[in-house]
């Protein structure tokens, strides 16, 4: 069972159905597990997204990843795990032959405007659980913003899968563990080639529910999103919609 993955990894711990992956590394004794494990299932009963929205995933038809990640960086670099994780289900879309997949900031993996992963990562204590969902196979239950793989043409097992993501994950992870500035540096730059965000107008929903309107022109090197309405503003945290110019 996901021979080439588990090779990939320290240590990997696979389920064929899980409330949710990041639930599962959370409540789990981390203490023993090294850097760099990582809980797998093809479903999940309560997955979860941001702001406790759901997130669906369904038997045979999705990845479910939970990495477990111990970073140095200051609190500050840890958003770029987040962007880095989506670029990396973006590098290994396109390896498996998806043509256009890119980055809505800060979390969302789209191809032709729809969503095909999904990204939570969640502080606790000095451990980061970094949760991957990509979507396998079309799925009743999800959102008709939602598409797979399967719906773009292309059909491939979870542990190819799953091996092309740890594999495009570990790369960029190790390089921010060396040097978190150049690593950095190089995503942002990643980020800006891949973005479907940058350039375009969008109305940004805060957690309060304030809205703001404007053009997305650049990430900082916090990871913030630039947007600007006339005057200048930094957007740490907040839903993104993407509106017609
Ligand atoms: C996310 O939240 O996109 C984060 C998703 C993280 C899922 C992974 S799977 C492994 C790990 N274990 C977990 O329990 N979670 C992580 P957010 O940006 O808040 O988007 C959530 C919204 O996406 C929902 O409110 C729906 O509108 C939509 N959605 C739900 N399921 C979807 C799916 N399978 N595909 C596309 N969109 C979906």
Redesign the pocket.
Known sequence: MLEKSSAAVPKLIYFDAID????ELLRTDRSLLPELTAVVSSS?T??????D?????EPGS?L???LLLRPQGTSEQLAWLTLMAALSVRATLQTLGVEGAGIKWP??VLVQGK??S???AQLEGKDLIL???I?LKP?AG??E??TSLGDLGVAVDLDSVLVELLTQFRGRYLRFATDPKWAIELSASEFRRFSTTLGQKVRAIYPDGRELVGVATDIDRLGNLLIDDGELHTVSAADIIHLRN
């Open positions: 949710s992956t990041n639930s999940q309560a997955g979860r997204g941001r702001l929205r759901d997130w669906v995933s999705s479910a990843l939970s979390n969302d969503k095909v999904g990204i939570l949760g991957i969902g979507n799925q999800a959102p913003h939602a």
